[in-house]
């Protein structure tokens, strides 16, 4: 099975259009499915904008994660498997099954171990291709999956430059080099590693202010080759440990766990930062794991607060010109608007293992 | 000791994380209160170091909020808490949609629910939201606690006189309504495919109305009435669903209980009315048959729907609307007027009802039944009252046809003291309105205050019994306007608490003026702003002016004039019938329905 999840610069930038997207592809290419979400989708109208949102139609035969009270939220019919061990401001996860097609809400696990287990059953039940609908800007749940598709667009904000700078930031951030995880690794601390191999460990785990940064500099009173910091970071709080440890960092390497661990905190942009003032230095960045993004999906259409009517109203920036541009950031990577005709082919850059091929009967 | 850290995310607002670590700490928890302008990374800092329970955001959503909570959450989750710690947020426009959407584990909305965040930090059910929790939550009793010690020994002495001679009189004297009570009764005992049933249905008929019998015997619907669909019925679990229980529409205490009455027509309906109620903070709902259900002899069976007000009364329709009732939930069953006032209250007892409705002067004349029949038929249904165990309540509705309230009393006063004689308990309801007698008088023209104070004081003056003003309260004080009709409803609640009410009834927002079945919304509309009111009210209260006093005084000469009146003219039936507890010049005729219909039985 491949799990793809669909996160987003922000809220509104088109992750549930793009699944929908996929979603259609794979029922044409005769895929079973699964859908899940790490927020609340499928709801005709947006909470916050007001404004109607894509709705899920999932085919007969799908199999769903989502919470329990919203099971009747649609027109789908759907058949109650088992309840998951995970839960939700809608009740507990639940598995169920499409029996007849129509309309449903997802509410599914909302952080990455309820998630791992939800993909982990639909796995064992033979789906070949699980979508995980994103929520907002959030990220971190979706490190349990195969790959993702990033959605930007003028939701996250109006100048084009601004959207594909970021992207671009995104983009390295999941491109970072990955190193294979290491036989010692530790969880609950920092472990520093010295030219001849020998290590140390010193306590803490993640690095999210200044002040956190300035006392971990302070144990570090000899050069490393390597820092290992196996929690969250905040790029800030790296720039000034970088800073503060000029002598002792420099020429070394700075390994992170993951990448959707320097993604959860801050602008993505300030990493722009670290990597250059790294580089500078000689300081190599790694990360442990990482998750392939397949592509990148833009949406020119941004919600708008008008105060003559006080509602929203749908605003867009020139489609053409956002394409091109974040294309132009992105080189290696497709950029698409998925409602572009003809439909751009997401499944195509999925890399789906045909049906058939890579299950047992 | 569990550890919470709180925390505003906001740049300057901090109160609601203040009040939280008060009753947080007070409530046994390390409740650790991060300033205002934290950041995400400094909360998940914080968190790491102490391995919180929960952390709690206090944000009122705006621009760019909803990225701000969600960037904690997935900070959170990247660094591995969520598997132990919980996240909540509360704050205005935070729903549980939203709540979900950026990934909390709990939402808090409107006033601080303690008992709510402590369940979600300890996650745990909050246990009063549930079923169970329901079932479990004791039914008030609204007589516990009163006496019904006669205070004013003149007006109990007019009183013993005027009940004994009703007593006397309806010795010996039967009615169609009571032999179907007694009918109806004995059926109910019966297996349902008994051919004795069968019999007893044949003995029923007898004592109908041939358009009652026309619907028995051959199926005949009288206009506007249908069955309710195998459809309609498949809905009525997601219709009649649990719902989380709002909080008390009381700020304090548990008096005044708040009732709101149902009778839309067609059960189904009713059920979702209830459980709007339910869910916005009633303690109990009133079935309200329709009008034309009184002026016939016998009532119709089975699930029936029909566009007109009131909900047909049958046993069937009331055990299907029973189901929409909670179990905390008191259900009182209108009875209290017609030709089929006793069967009724069989009906009500074998439904589940927990209270029941009797005013004989009331039902002898607005209601339109024979004052004859009607006092036969209500001391029956007295005392079957008396034998089910359950209170019955006695609506002084008659005073919105323009009688003045001394006289109104007077009747109230008659049927306590009638129910105390034959071991029921009642609960008298003096009306609080602006009724016509007061617009004519000019009793009220200062103020709706003092004139309702007088009304409700002037019982403890008289006996010791639970006062239920109703029914709805501020009748004729409402308008087209629902907010300012939800606003005169909920100022007569805050008078009807301040005057130590036992219970209140409350109409919603559009029920004068809906033109049809009223709305689910204007009925959270007067629940809510009743909440609003008592809220602002505290233990605080009303200041009536010198005039209330003297009202009062005026109101009580005026019940104990009119009692020895009564007691004089020696016969009750005949006092109702010559307007001595309101006449046509007051607005009252006695009612027709049903005259020669009582029989003396046979010694």
Same mark, same amino acid.
């Given at each position: 099975?491949?799990?793809? =999840?669909?996160?987003?610069?922000?809220?509104?930038?088109?992750?549930?259009?793009?699944?929908?997207?996929?979603?259609?592809? *794979?029922?044409?290419?005769?895929? $079973?499915?699964?859908?899940?979400?790490?927020?609340?989708?499928?709801?005709?109208?947006?909470?916050?904008?007001?404004?109607?949102?894509? &709705?899920?139609?999932?085919?007969?035969?799908?199999?769903?994660?989502?919470?329990?009270?919203?099971?009747?939220?649609?027109?789908?019919?759907?058949?109650?498997?088992?309840?998951?061990?995970?839960?939700?401001?809608?009740?507990?996860?639940?598995?169920?099954?499409?029996?007849?097609?129509?309309?449903?809400?997802?509410?599914?696990?909302?952080?990455?171990?309820?998630?791992?287990?939800?993909?982990?059953?639909?796995?064992?039940?033979?789906?070949?291709?699980?979508?995980?609908?994103?929520?907002?800007?959030?990220?971190?749940?979706?490190?349990?999956?195969?790959?993702?598709?990033?959605?930007?667009?003028?939701?996250?904000? !109006?100048?084009?430059?601004?959207?594909?700078?970021? +992207?671009?930031?995104?983009?390295?951030?999941?491109?970072?080099?990955?190193?294979?995880? +290491?036989?010692?690794?530790?969880?609950?601390?920092?472990?520093?590693?010295?030219? =001849?191999?020998?290590?140390?460990?010193?306590? =803490?785990?993640?690095?999210?202010?200044?002040?956190?940064?300035?006392?971990?500099?302070?144990?570090?009173?000899?050069?490393?080759?390597?820092?290992?910091?196996?929690?969250?970071?905040?790029?800030?709080?790296?720039?000034?440990?970088?800073?503060?440890?000029?002598?002792?960092?420099?020429?070394?390497?700075?390994?992170?766990?993951?990448?959707?661990?320097? *993604?959860?905190?801050?602008?993505? $942009?300030?990493?722009?930062?670290?990597?250059?003032?790294?580089?500078?230095?000689?300081?190599?960045?790694?990360?442990?794991?990482?998750?392939?993004?397949?592509?990148?999906?833009?949406?020119?259409?941004?919600?708008?607060?008008?105060? &003559?009517?006080? !509602?929203?109203?749908?605003? $867009?920036?020139?489609?053409?010109?956002?394409?091109?541009?974040?294309?132009?950031?992105?080189?290696?990577?497709?950029?698409?608007?998925?409602?572009?005709?003809?439909?751009?082919?997401?499944?195509?850059?999925?890399?789906?293992?045909?049906?058939?091929?890579?299950?047992?009967? | 000791?569990?550890?919470?850290?709180?925390?505003?995310?906001?740049?300057?607002?901090?109160?609601?994380?203040?009040?939280?670590?008060?009753?947080?700490?007070?409530?046994?928890?390390?409740?650790?209160?991060?300033?205002?302008? /934290?950041?995400?990374?400094?909360?998940?800092?914080?968190?790491?170091?102490?391995?919180?329970?929960?952390?709690?955001?206090?944000?009122?959503?705006?621009?760019?909020?909803?990225?701000?909570?969600?960037?904690?959450?997935?900070?959170?989750?990247?660094?591995?808490?969520?598997?132990?710690?919980?996240?909540?947020?509360?704050?205005?426009?935070?729903?549980?949609?939203?709540?979900?959407?950026?990934?909390?584990?709990?939402?808090?909305?409107?006033?601080?629910?303690?008992?709510?965040?402590?369940?979600?930090?300890?996650?745990?059910?909050?246990?009063?939201?549930?079923?169970?929790? %329901?079932?479990?939550?004791?039914?008030?009793?609204?007589?516990?606690?009163?006496?019904?010690?006669?205070?004013?020994?003149?007006?109990?002495?007019?009183?013993?006189?005027?009940?004994?001679?009703?007593?006397?009189?309806?010795?010996?004297?039967?009615?169609?309504?009571?032999?179907?009570?007694?009918?109806?009764?004995?059926?109910?005992?019966?297996?349902?495919?008994?051919?004795?049933?069968?019999?007893?249905?044949?003995?029923?008929?007898?004592?109908?109305?041939?358009?009652?019998?026309?619907?028995?015997?051959?199926?005949?619907?009288?206009?506007?009435?249908?069955?309710?669909?195998?459809?309609?019925?498949?809905?009525?679990?997601?219709?009649?669903?649990?719902?989380?229980?709002?909080?008390?529409?009381?700020?304090?205490?548990?008096?005044?209980?708040?009732?709101?009455?149902?009778?839309?027509?067609?059960?189904?309906?009713?059920?979702?009315?209830?459980?709007?109620?339910?869910?916005?903070?009633?303690?109990?709902?009133?079935?309200?048959?329709?009008?034309?259900?009184?002026?016939?002899?016998?009532?119709?069976?089975?699930?029936?729907?029909?566009?007109?007000?009131?909900?047909?009364?049958?046993?069937?329709?009331?055990?299907?609307?029973?189901?929409?009732?909670?179990?905390?939930?008191?259900?009182?069953?209108?009875?209290?007027?017609?030709?089929?006032?006793?069967?009724?209250?069989?009906?009500?007892?074998?439904?589940?009802?927990?209270?029941?409705?009797?005013?004989?002067?009331?039902?002898?004349?607005?209601?339109?039944?024979?004052?004859?029949?009607?006092? /036969?038929?209500?001391?029956? %249904?007295?005392?079957?009252?008396?034998?089910?165990?359950?209170?019955?309540?006695?609506?002084?509705?008659?005073?919105?046809?323009?009688?003045?309230?001394?006289?109104?009393?007077?009747?109230?006063?008659?049927?306590?003291?009638?129910?105390?004689?034959?071991?029921?308990?009642?609960?008298?309801?003096?009306?609080?309105?602006?009724?016509?007698?007061?617009?004519?008088?000019?009793?009220?023209?200062?103020?709706?205050?003092?004139?309702?104070?007088?009304?409700?004081?002037?019982?403890?003056?008289?006996?010791?019994?639970?006062?239920?003003?109703?029914?709805?309260?501020?009748?004729?004080?409402?308008?087209?306007?629902?907010?300012?009709?939800?606003?005169?409803?909920?100022?007569?609640?805050?008078?009807?608490?301040?005057?130590?009410?036992?219970?209140?009834?409350?109409? %919603?927002?559009?029920?004068?003026?809906?033109?049809?079945?009223?709305?689910?919304?204007?009925?959270?509309?007067?629940?809510?702003?009743?909440?609003?009111?008592?809220?602002?009210?505290?233990?605080?209260?009303?200041?009536?002016?010198?005039?209330?006093?003297?009202?009062?005084?005026?109101?009580?000469?005026?019940?104990?004039?009119?009692?020895?009146?009564?007691?004089?003219?020696?016969?009750?039936?005949?006092?109702?019938?010559?307007?001595?507890?309101?006449?046509?010049?007051?607005?009252?005729?006695?009612?027709?329905?049903?005259?020669?219909?009582?029989?003396?039985?046979?010694?």
């Amino acid at each position: 099975m491949i799990a793809i =999840g669909f996160a987003g610069t922000a809220k509104n930038t088109g992750k549930t259009t793009a699944a929908l997207t996929v979603l259609e592809q *794979a029922q044409r290419a005769g895929l $079973r499915l699964g859908l899940t979400s790490i927020g609340y989708d499928g709801e005709a109208l947006d909470h916050i904008t007001g404004l109607p949102k894509p &709705r899920y139609l999932a085919p007969a035969g799908t199999l769903v994660t989502t919470a329990h009270d919203v099971l009747d939220s649609g027109t789908a019919k759907l058949q109650l498997i088992e309840t998951l061990d995970s839960s939700t401001l809608f009740g507990p996860v639940v598995l169920a099954k499409v029996e007849q097609p129509g309309s449903l809400v997802l509410v599914g696990p909302n952080h990455k171990a309820g998630l791992r287990s939800a993909l982990q059953r639909l796995e064992e039940l033979g789906v070949d291709l699980a979508l995980v609908d994103g929520a907002l800007n959030r990220l971190a749940p979706m490190s349990v999956c195969d790959g993702l598709i990033l959605s930007t667009g003028a939701a996250y904000d !109006q100048r084009i430059p601004v959207i594909a700078d970021h +992207a671009y930031a995104l983009y390295r951030l999941f491109r970072l080099p990955v190193l294979p995880p +290491a036989a010692d690794i530790q969880d609950e601390n920092f472990v520093l590693t010295y030219s =001849g191999g020998k290590t140390k460990t010193l306590p =803490g785990t993640s690095l999210l202010t200044k002040e956190a940064a300035r006392d971990l500099c302070q144990l570090i009173s000899t050069p490393v080759s390597c820092l290992e910091i196996p929690g969250v970071c905040a790029p800030d709080a790296i720039l000034d440990l970088i800073e503060c440890g000029l002598s002792q960092l420099a020429g070394g390497q700075l390994v992170f766990r993951s990448a959707l661990n320097l *993604a959860a905190s801050k602008d993505a $942009r300030t990493w722009l930062k670290v990597f250059n003032r790294a580089l500078s230095l000689g300081i190599k960045i790694f990360v442990r794991e990482s998750i392939p993004l397949r592509c990148v999906t833009v949406n020119p259409i941004f919600p708008e607060f008008t105060t &003559r009517s006080g !509602q929203y109203q749908y605003g $867009r920036v020139d489609a053409d010109k956002l394409i091109e541009v974040v294309t132009t950031r992105l080189s290696d990577i497709p950029v698409v608007n998925v409602m572009d005709k003809p439909q751009p082919d997401l499944l195509g850059w999925l890399e789906i293992p045909i049906k058939g091929k890579n299950h047992e009967p | 000791m569990k550890t919470v850290i709180l925390a505003p995310l906001d740049p300057v607002h901090d109160n609601a994380v203040k009040l939280l670590q008060r009753k947080l700490t007070e409530a046994g928890y390390r409740a650790l209160a991060l300033p205002p302008g /934290v950041t995400a990374e400094e909360v998940i800092e914080r968190a790491l170091a102490e391995t919180p329970s929960a952390i709690l955001v206090s944000r009122t959503l705006g621009y760019q909020v909803a990225e701000t909570l969600s960037g904690l959450v997935d900070l959170a989750d990247a660094a591995g808490l969520r598997p132990h710690t919980r996240l909540g947020v509360g704050g205005m426009a935070v729903t549980r949609e939203i709540g979900a959407e950026l990934g909390f584990d709990g939402v808090f909305s409107g006033d601080l629910d303690l008992a709510a965040v402590v369940a979600f930090i300890e996650n745990r059910p909050i246990e009063r939201n549930t079923a169970a929790a %329901s079932a479990a939550r004791p039914k008030p009793d609204l007589t516990a606690g009163y006496s019904y010690h006669f205070k004013d020994p003149m007006i109990e002495a007019l009183l013993d006189e005027i009940t004994s001679q009703l007593l006397s009189w309806v010795k010996g004297k039967s009615s169609p309504g009571i032999r179907r009570a007694q009918i109806r009764e004995a059926m109910l005992a019966e297996p349902t495919d008994s051919a004795e049933k069968s019999r007893l249905q044949e003995h029923y008929l007898q004592q109908c109305d041939t358009e009652i019998r026309a619907f028995y015997q051959a199926g005949n619907m009288p206009e506007g009435v249908r069955w309710l669909d195998r459809s309609e019925m498949e809905r009525l679990p997601s219709l009649t669903a649990a719902v989380a229980a709002a909080n008390s529409v009381r700020h304090i205490g548990d008096r005044p209980l708040i009732f709101t009455q149902y009778g839309t027509g067609c059960p189904l309906m009713d059920a979702v009315h209830i459980k709007v109620a339910e869910a916005w903070g009633a303690d109990g709902l009133l079935h309200f048959d329709p009008s034309w259900g009184a002026q016939r002899e016998g009532l119709l069976d089975g699930l029936l729907s029909h566009e007109h007000d009131g909900t047909i009364l049958t046993l069937d329709n009331l055990r299907l609307i029973k189901t929409a009732l909670a179990p905390h939930l008191l259900w009182n069953v209108r009875g209290h007027r017609g030709l089929n006032t006793p069967e009724t209250q069989v009906l009500a007892q074998a439904a589940g009802a927990d209270l029941l409705k009797i005013n004989i002067p009331y039902g002898a004349t607005g209601g339109g039944t024979d004052p004859v029949r009607l006092a /036969v038929d209500g001391v029956y %249904s007295l005392r079957l009252a008396a034998r089910f165990g359950l209170p019955f309540d006695i609506p002084g509705n008659d005073e919105l046809s323009g009688v003045p309230p001394h006289k109104t009393f007077a009747g109230l006063l008659v049927m306590t003291m009638l129910g105390l004689k034959l071991g029921a308990r009642p609960i008298p309801k003096p009306l609080m309105c602006y009724s016509p007698y007061m617009m004519v008088e000019g009793c009220m023209e200062d103020n709706f205050i003092d004139m309702n104070a007088a009304k409700l004081r002037v019982w403890s003056e008289i006996i010791d019994a639970p006062i239920w003003p109703g029914e709805p309260v501020g009748f004729m004080t409402h308008t087209p306007d629902r907010v300012q009709s939800a606003m005169t409803t909920a100022a007569h609640v805050a008078l009807a608490k301040d005057l130590g009410a036992s219970a209140v009834t409350m109409a %919603s927002s559009d029920e004068a003026y809906s033109k049809g079945p009223i709305s689910a919304q204007a009925r959270v509309d007067t629940l809510r702003a009743a909440r609003e009111m008592l809220r602002f009210m505290g233990s605080a209260g009303f200041s009536t002016t010198p005039a209330a006093e003297r009202l009062q005084a005026q109101l009580h000469e005026g019940i104990r004039h009119q009692l020895e009146i009564i007691a004089k003219r020696g016969d009750f039936v005949a006092a109702i019938y010559e307007g001595l507890l309101g006449s046509p010049e007051d607005g009252l005729h006695p009612g027709r329905t049903g005259r020669g219909t009582v029989q003396e039985q046979a010694a």
